[in-house]
């Protein structure tokens, strides 16, 4: 309990589940204070269970500036400042292609995408900005190895997640020297659901696939498939105001070798 996280304030968006709730149980365990914005009424419940008097859990969509701002109200610490932010919400597109779709489908898809995967990470750095800014803290984005080359995702997941590498990018240097920015580009990841678009009327989720554990070990260096909780790590060591105090702009890929 006197490690790096010791003590401070964190905000998780989308914590309720899979590699977020992992993560959130991670800051907690090492002792930080852990407010989580969660959209599903379910998630957030099982995520309150056992969570201890320092987990305050709101339930709220990303995209809602009065529900971010709730969130970040309950995150502030005693000066009013917010140590980190993660940003783990997001949609996948179950590997549609742009062949099968309309252009209606894929205008009404792609601002889907859009909107949850990136737009509610930088609506989240806007609203938090300033208590960001008065911790000197932290922010930690969630890509994925589709951020890096053509495979976990269709072309809507992955250009979303590149966009999300370039983010990275420009905002370490937009909000240097007051606030470090990095992220995580977890791989494949086994025991996780990801919700599909609702524009396109999916509902099935990553961990329904038949042989999708398998597939992802035998595509791996490890030749292991990845669980939420080993992500977390690569998380709390950005958060770590002391380890990392002088990194920024980077992002660490959490993917079993699967590059390699």
């Known amino acids: 309990m006197n490690g790096g996280l010791h003590g401070l304030s964190m905000l998780v968006t989308g914590g309720g589940s899979g590699i977020g709730q992992a993560v959130c149980r991670h800051y907690l365990a090492h002792g930080a204070r852990v407010t989580v914005l969660e959209r599903s009424p379910e998630h957030a419940d099982a995520l309150r269970r056992g969570g201890g008097d320092r987990l305050r859990v709101i339930v709220g969509d990303a995209l809602d500036g009065d529900s971010l701002a709730e969130a970040l109200a309950a995150a502030r610490d005693d000066d009013g400042g917010l140590d980190h932010l993660t940003a783990c919400v997001g949609v996948f597109d179950n590997y549609v292609s742009v062949r099968d779709l309309t252009a209606a489908e894929l205008e009404s898809a792609g601002a889907e995408m859009w909107r949850t995967n990136v737009l509610s990470s930088l609506k989240a750095v806007n609203v938090c900005y300033e208590a960001l800014k008065a911790a000197r803290g932290s922010v930690t984005l969630t890509l994925s190895e589709s951020a890096f080359r053509p495979r976990g995702g269709g072309v809507l997941y992955g250009s979303s997640k590149w966009a999300l590498r370039g983010v990275v990018d ?35 989720t990553a961990d329904r696939v038949v042989g999708r554990d398998e597939r992802i070990a035998r595509g791996s260096a490890l030749k292991t498939t990845p669980r939420p909780q080993d992500h977390s790590g690569a998380y709390a060591y950005l958060a770590d105001p002391s380890a990392a105090r002088v ?7 959490t993917d079993a070798g699967s590059a390699a």
């Open 170 to 204: 420009h905002l370490a240097a937009d909000l240097a020297p007051h606030v470090r920015v990095n992220g995580v580009a977890p791989g494949g990841t086994g025991g996780t659901r990801f919700a599909g678009l609702r524009s396109l009327g999916q509902e099935t």
């Open 247 to 253: 990194v920024t702009g980077i992002v660490i890929n």
